[in-house]
């Protein structure tokens, strides 16, 4: 089912040269996206636009999901602790038994000083914990992650790695941002690059190369200009190379 589909979006801040320009994107339920592009590219304005955070200059948005949102830079500054926040915002959006899910989650996540750790005093990567927490709070039926990743240390790389799966598991439609193509495709089903305003399928930037050794098999996604080099360090670790698909 589309959940949200945009039309020609196009996006220009002032008189400057496009952000976006002519983007199609439709996002349906139980479908991990990952966008990816360099700084400045439009990563961001596509998803707040995708959130309904911003309007687009030229286009359209169809479809109105319930939506999770995780800006880059979780806005850490209340007083309260994490969990009373939390409860707070989920009362006032009426979401059952918000508390104990809020609990649950930044415990699984690992928050630093557990749940009720006040919020100003946060990292920036516990305070992302926060975010993601606040995002998944209400099951929503599209979750919009921008650069999830960043600041995560690595348990908590995995523990989104599993919440993104259960969201769409459930049914929901995920649309993250990552500046590593091969963390966007660990975890998307399809990945886009934006470059130039526009939106390309990034699908053949990246070639599957598997690998065998004493009975091992592995498999791996690696960028195209990158084959070359993961070879030769395989081939070094005693591994023989049964295809390289690009
Ligand atoms: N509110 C704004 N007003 C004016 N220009 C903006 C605004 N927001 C973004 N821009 C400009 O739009 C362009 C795209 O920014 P955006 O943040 O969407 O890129 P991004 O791909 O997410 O970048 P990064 O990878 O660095 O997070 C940049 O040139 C940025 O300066």
Redesign the pocket.
């Known amino acids: 089912m589309t959940l949200v589909r945009l039309d020609r979006v196009g996006?220009s801040?002032?008189r400057?040269r496009p952000?976006l320009s002519g983007v199609d994107l439709e996002v349906r339920g139980g479908q991990v996206t990952g966008l990816v592009?360099?700084?400045?590219?439009?990563?961001?304005?596509?998803?707040?636009i995708l959130a309904r955070i911003?309007e687009p200059t030229s286009g359209s948005v169809v479809g109105t999901p319930s939506t999770g949102y995780v800006p880059?830079r979780f806005p850490a500054s209340t007083r309260m602790s994490a969990v009373a926040y939390l409860r707070h915002l989920g009362r006032i959006s009426g979401v059952p038994g918000a508390g104990q899910r809020a609990e649950a989650l930044l415990e699984r996540l690992a928050l630093e000083g557990g749940p009720g750790a006040p919020i100003r005093r946060l990292s920036k990567g516990n305070a992302q914990k926060v975010g993601l927490a606040q995002a998944l709070l209400a099951e929503p039926e599209l979750l919009v992650l921008?650069?999830p990743w960043s600041g995560l240390d690595p348990a908590a790389h995995g523990v989104l790695g599993e919440l993104i799966a259960e969201a769409r598991d459930r049914g929901a439609g995920v649309v993250f941002?990552a500046?590593d193509e091969r963390v966007a495709r660990v975890h998307a089903g399809q990945v886009f690059r934006?470059a130039d305003g526009v939106l390309r399928e990034a699908a053949d930037s990246v070639a599957r190369v598997v690998l065998c050794r004493d009975g091992d098999r592995k498999e791996l996604a690696v960028p195209s200009e990158q084959v070359d080099e993961v070879l030769l360090d395989a081939l070094r670790s005693g591994w023989s190379v049964r295809e390289v698909r690009r």
């Open positions: 996006k801040y002032g400057g952000v592009g360099t700084n400045g590219s439009g990563k961001s304005t596509l998803l707040r911003s880059d921008d650069e941002t500046h934006l």
